[in-house]
């Protein structure tokens, strides 16, 4: 793996992913935990943000201190599954705008399928974090990234919950100036597609729709 791979370990972050597993976590679960972990994977890929100075009067006296310097930053979720994390990065980054784009996995060939895009006007100039909570074979990640690179998007980030090593090393050798941030990285892909051990369908278990 290289530099840009960045495997997130923080103990609050496995501690929620280790439930987001088990089978009996409900769906309210669930849903509050994938929104919890966008928030806390968040905290770790906005480390580089710059920072510029500003001047601050407080009650007591003037002094500088440090703000953002005005990056622009757009959420593009993949859906169904990556709706899931919006409102954990969100929470962090409240003026951020968001783009969607729908691609589901057929199947029969695991490729994935485009059936729905809206982005920001100003895309381009965005620095873009991509979310989904699953990379498996990382056909949709890649189909999403192409896509944002066709839109001019030159700084792009993606944040998965539970990645499989097939799809870590598709991205890295497709997009190898994207930047991943990953909770936990599992054994392998099933015959069908699936994260073993993951957590299952992550669609299905954030809407309650299995
Ligand atoms: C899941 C997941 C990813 C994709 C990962 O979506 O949310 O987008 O599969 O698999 P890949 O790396 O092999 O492409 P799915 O196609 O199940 O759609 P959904 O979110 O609408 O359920
Ligand atoms: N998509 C999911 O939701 N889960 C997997 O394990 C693989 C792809």
């Given at each position: 793996m290289n530099e840009n791979v960045h495997i997130l370990t923080h103990p609050l972050l496995q501690h929620k992913v280790t439930i987001l597993r088990n089978e009996t976590t409900s769906t309210k679960d669930f849903r509050e935990l994938v929104g919890e972990i966008a928030m806390l994977m968040t905290y770790e890929a906005t480390r580089d943000l710059p920072l510029e100075d500003v001047s601050v009067k407080t009650p007591i006296a003037t002094d500088t201190f440090k703000t953002l310097s005005g990056k622009k930053i757009a959420i593009v979720p993949i859906l169904r599954a990556g709706l899931g994390m919006v409102d954990g990065v969100l929470a962090m980054i409240p003026s951020a705008r968001v783009g969607h784009i729908g691609l589901y996995r057929?199947?029969?060939?695991l490729e994935p399928v485009k059936y729905y895009c809206k982005m920001p006007a100003?895309?381009?100039?965005r620095e873009i974090l991509i979310v989904d909570p699953m990379l498996a074979t990382g056909g949709s990640s890649c189909a999403a990234i192409d896509f944002m690179k066709e839109y001019g998007c030159k700084h792009i980030k993606m944040m998965n919950i539970i990645a499989a090593p097939e799809g870590i090393a598709r991205v890295q050798k497709e997009h190898p100036d994207v930047e991943l941030y990953i909770a936990d990285v599992d054994k392998k892909l099933n015959e069908?597609?699936?994260?073993?051990?993951?957590?299952?369908d992550a669609g299905d278990r954030i809407f309650g729709t299995k």
């Open positions: 057929d199947p029969k060939t100003d895309i381009a100039e069908h597609g699936y994260i073993v051990p993951g957590l299952g």
